[in-house]
C-alpha cells in the first residue's frame, strides 16, 4: 500500500468526512419518504400503491445509504494501526443490511405489480435495478467467502481485493443509477 499522498488530494479528516457523508444520506431517506408519505399517499401493506411506496425508501436506504456507508467504511485512513476485522465485520454487516433492504423494497414492488395486473421487468429501470441486485448479491457473497470466511488463502484475497473494489463501486454507481431512473419513470407515470 502507498502510504505518501499525492499533492492534488485534499487533506480531510476521516470522521467529520464521514459524519457528513452519513447526514447527506439521512437526508436523502428522509426526502425520498417525505415524498412517498406525503406527495405518494402513504405506506400500507395491501398491495395498492402505497405498497409500492415501500420500494424506493427501501431501495434508496440500502443500496445507496447502506451500501455507500459500506464502501466508505472500509476506506479506513492511513494512519489506522489497529486490527481490521472490525472493520471488515462493520463493512459486511451494512452490505448485509443492504441487501435485506433491498430484497424488502423488490418484495413490495413485485406485490404492487401482482395485486395491481401490472407486468414485472417492464422497463430499464426494471432492467438496470435487477442486474444491480445480482451483482450486488454475488459481490456480497464473493466477498464474505474471501475475506470473512477463514479458509481463503492470502494469494486469492491478493488476487480478488482489486475486483471486489472495482465492482463495489460499480454496484455503487449502478444504484444511483437505478434509483434516479426509477424516480424519473415514477415521476413520468404520474404526470
Known amino acids: 500500500r502507498c502510504h505518501h499522498r499525492s499533492p492534488a488530494m485534499?487533506?480531510?479528516p476521516f470522521l467529520p468526512f464521514c459524519a457528513f457523508l452519513g447526514a447527506?444520506?439521512?437526508l436523502?431517506?428522509?426526502?425520498?419518504?417525505?415524498w412517498c408519505q406525503h406527495w405518494r399517499g402513504g405506506?400500507?401493506?395491501?398491495?395498492?400503491?402505497?405498497?409500492?411506496n415501500w420500494h424506493p425508501v427501501l431501495m434508496v436506504t440500502g443500496l445507496v445509504v447502506l451500501y455507500g456507508?459500506?464502501?466508505l467504511v472500509y476506506r479506513i485512513p492511513n494512519t489506522w494501526s489497529g486490527p481490521k476485522l472490525p472493520w471488515k465485520l462493520l463493512h459486511g454487516s451494512l452490505a448485509l443490511g443492504a441487501f435485506v433492504l433491498t430484497v424488502l423494497g423488490l418484495a413490495a414492488v413485485f406485490c404492487f405489480h401482482n395485486s395491481q395486473g401490472t407486468p414485472n421487468m417492464y422497463s430499464l429501470h426494471s432492467w438496470m435495478g435487477l442486474a444491480t441486485v445480482l451483482l450486488f448479491s454475488c459481490q456480497w457473497a464473493a466477498g464474505f467467502g474471501a475475506f470473512l470466511l477463514p479458509w481463503?488463502?492470502?494469494w486469492l484475497r491478493a488476487l480478488y481485493k482489486p475486483i471486489h473494489v472495482f465492482f463495489g463501486s460499480t454496484i455503487l454507481m449502478l444504484s444511483v443509477a437505478s434509483c434516479?431512473?426509477?424516480i424519473n419513470e415514477k415521476l413520468f407515470f404520474s404526470l
Open 28 to 34: 436523502c431517506v428522509a426526502m425520498v419518504g417525505t
Open 24 to 26: 447527506l444520506g439521512l
Open 180 to 182: 434516479m431512473s426509477g
Open 43 to 52: 405506506f400500507s401493506l395491501d398491495g395498492s400503491s402505497r405498497t409500492f
Open 10 to 12: 485534499l487533506d480531510v
Open 152 to 154: 481463503a488463502p492470502t
Open 69 to 71: 456507508a459500506a464502501a
